[in-house]
């Protein structure tokens, strides 16, 4: 699988599919770089939070728009992992507590903090051979990715997926909460009016309501040797 060439993977689809894990899943088998575009909406989130630009349920654009354009925010591998550091700090863990889920999405709609986003990640893109995963990677960010995959699955498998991890973090809420919380995060990415969450024509689509992960591994190895020619399969990790 060494012949895959150096293209951009965009993994775009519906709030708690299950993109992130998927998306490094694939980078560690196939070796790409793997960036997760939501990670940077949720930093600036939460410098926006940790500022006070973001407080009682309102967002104060003119005070983020301030704070945004020095914000250090950038990924670093650790131990074969990408994680999202703010200036020195390690912000990983932070960025996917509840307070900044709560944010995240009306920050994300905001245009100019849409840009800034963009331009980084075509900055950290540069050279290829890249995974990222989002909400408008194969439709906005990068148009002419070569593979696109549209991820959904039921909602309630999504929010008892979501539910799991957030218990598992020691966090206090509830599988309605979640449930919720997913409704309304969908509703808004994909009504939005900059960069709305749609599929990108040429994607395809990977429902893995009832897949595991090692199933939808080797559902992308079948994509990746048809599109690419490759007919050799790595020893699966998963
Ligand atoms: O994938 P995630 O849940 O970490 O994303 C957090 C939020 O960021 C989500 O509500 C939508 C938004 N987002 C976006 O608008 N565009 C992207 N490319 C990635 C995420």
Redesign the pocket.
Known sequence: MSSIPNIIIAV?GF??TG??TFAKLIAAEFSFLYL???????GVTLAGLEAGCIKDGKIDEDGLRGIIGPLELHFQRVDGNTKLYLGQRCIESEIRGWEV?QY??PV??IPFV?EW?DERLHRFSEGGRVIM?????GTT?FPNAELKIFMTADENVRAQRRYDELVAKGEDTTLEAVLQNLRD?DY??SHRET?P?RQAEDAYVLDNTHMTLHEEVVWMLGLLQGKFGLLESPGLSC
């Open positions: 775009d709030s708690s993109k992130s997760d575009s939501g990670a940077m909406y949720r889920s995240v999405s994300s709609a849409r986003v995963d989002g909400r408008d990677i960010v995060r808004r990415d960069s969450l």
